[in-house]
T-cell receptor, first 113, second 114 residues
Framework: EAQVTQNPRYLITVTGKKLTVTCSQN?????MSWYRQDPGLGLRQIYY???????DKGDVPEGYKVSRKEKRNFPLILESPSPNQTSLYFC????????????FGPGTRLTVT | KQEVTQIPAALSVPEGENLVLNCSFT??????LQWFRQDPGKGLTSLLL?????REQTSGRLNASLDKSSGRSTLYIAASQPGDSATYLC?????????????FGTGTQLKVEL
């Protein structure tokens, strides 16, 4: 089954404790990205990757890091989480060209206390 | 900077009614427009993708139209059912970041009542 998976689905952590949210897709997509969803603000792009070893900032990259060492994986790293990073996070993937239909993971709800 | 607006923010209708959700965007130089459904606490399910060269797409009881020149899209839901209750999100691809970068509206929360 074609899908985007994220882990963990729920995470409660404390300020400053480094964490990683994993994202994996099995559709051989070149393009992967991370979004955060906040009430009243909609979904906003954090980082994206056009292909392996190619990453760039989205609209709200501050406080986040990413890496793309393999085509299927695109982890989101919060090196020193703060309460304003409490949010619902989504990973998405698509082909780089063509129809560009985006496929989203199930989301990770992060709470930073 | 692309901005996407969805009206209304919330909508409640009786079962069986046909309804229209609206989406507008400020920059017409888009690559595509995608409608999603989001259930509470769940991820996003893609409903319809319209390329910039297309005027509409249909899937079952859903029909989405696109008018690039006026910066508008509508999602038409025929014969609504309680199972259609969800938040519907409109997202446009481009112009910045290519067609892959989506700019989202804040959604229309739909409730279909028995």
């Amino acid at each position: 089954e074609a899908q985007v998976t994220q882990n963990p689905r729920y995470l409660i952590t404390v300020t400053g404790k480094k964490l990683t949210v994993t994202c994996s897709q099995n559709m051989n997509h070149e393009y992967m990205s991370w979004y955060r969803q906040d009430p009243g603000l909609g979904l906003r792009q954090i980082y994206y990757s056009m292909n392996v070893e190619v990453t760039d900032k989205g609209d709200v990259p501050e406080g986040y890091k990413v890496s793309r060492k393999e085509k299927r994986n695109f982890p989101l790293i919060l090196e020193s989480p703060s309460p304003n990073q409490t949010s619902l996070y989504f990973c998405a993937s698509s082909h780089e060209t063509g129809g560009l239909e985006q496929y989203f993971g199930p989301g990770t709800r992060l709470t930073v206390t | 900077k692309q901005e996407v607006t969805q009206i209304p923010a919330a909508l409640s209708v009786p079962e069986g009614e046909n309804l229209v959700l609206n989406c507008s965007f400020t920059d017409s130089a888009i690559y595509n427009l995608q409608w999603f459904r989001q259930d509470p606490g769940k991820g996003l399910t893609s409903l319809l993708l319209i390329q910039s060269s297309q005027r509409e797409q249909t899937s079952g009881r859903l029909n989405a139209s696109l008018d690039k020149s006026s910066g508008r899209s509508t999602l038409y839901i025929a014969a609504s059912q309680p199972g259609d209750s969800a938040t519907y999100l409109c997202a446009v691809g481009g112009p910045t970041g290519g067609g892959n970068k989506l700019t989202f509206g804040t959604g229309t929360q739909l409730k279909v009542e028995l």
